[in-house]
């Protein structure tokens, strides 16, 4: 008889995050979480979900990946012709979810959303493997397409056209910078009774709560 998905529970117990341990800067903070989700070699630590929505409210989440990150902000790059890019056009906020379930933890990142400049974008590009770049000139991304071969022929055309490996960024892909303004650091905790540390920016600075579980 399989097991009622209500019935599916795991008690958190590993860590915690309390005030006292938690630092002055949320990005600092994530920054520490980060090495240590490096250092325990859990499976792509750099998936995130990106949740947008367009002008009239409709949502759209999906995975992506992570690509860089500092003081002004998370990194990611796509087809600015995507649906989530066109979702950012009419409504440039998005939130941002880290899930690293072997260590029991979730950051939630909400804040504006900006096109990173074409040196950042041109030099990621350029670092990407060969196959990736060309599928960039090939997928127009969420757009409907007949077929599975027409995909994989225009690979192939792009890449006979790109025979020398010399393959410029298209002026359609490029990266987008989200810039926080609340950042909710969540580690699992028995009894349902979570820790939840949240850093809201006002004025300049960093306003640090606890929130309930």
């Known amino acids: 008889m399989n097991k009622s998905i209500a019935d599916l529970r795991k008690e958190y117990s590993s860590q915690t995050l309390l ?14 979480w ?5 250092a325990s070699e859990i499976l792509e630590p750099n998936a995130m979900t990106l949740a947008t929505a367009s002008s009239d409210g409709l949502p759209s989440a999906r995975i992506v990946l992570l690509k860089d990150f500092d003081e002004n902000g998370f990194v990611f790059f796509t087809n600015y012709k995507s649906f989530k890019a066109l979702q950012l056009e009419e409504n440039p906020k998005a939130c941002l979810v ?3 379930k072997e260590l029991e933890r979730q950051v939630r990142i909400m804040g504006v ?12 590009f350029q670092s990407r493997p060969v196959g990736s770049r060309i599928g960039a000139w090939t997928s127009p991304q969420s757009s409907v397409i007949q077929n599975r071969e027409w995909i994989e022929e225009e690979f192939e055309k792009r890449k006979a056209e790109f025979g020398d490996g010399n393959i410029p960024r298209p002026s359609f892909w490029g990266g987008y910078r989200v810039r926080p303004v609340i950042v909710e650091f969540w580690q699992g905790r028995f009894s349902r009774l979570h820790d939840r540390i949240q850093y809201t920016l006002e004025d300049g600075s960093w306003k640090i709560e606890r929130l309930a579980p």
Do not use: L, T
Request: no cysteine.
């Open 34 to 38: 980060w090495d240590q989700a490096i």
């Open 113 to 124: 959303v900006e096109k990173a400049g074409a040196e950042e974008s041109n030099a990621y």
């Open 19 to 32: 005030e006292k341990d938690a630092d002055a800067s949320p990005i600092q903070q994530f920054r520490k």
């Open 98 to 100: 880290f899930h690293w």
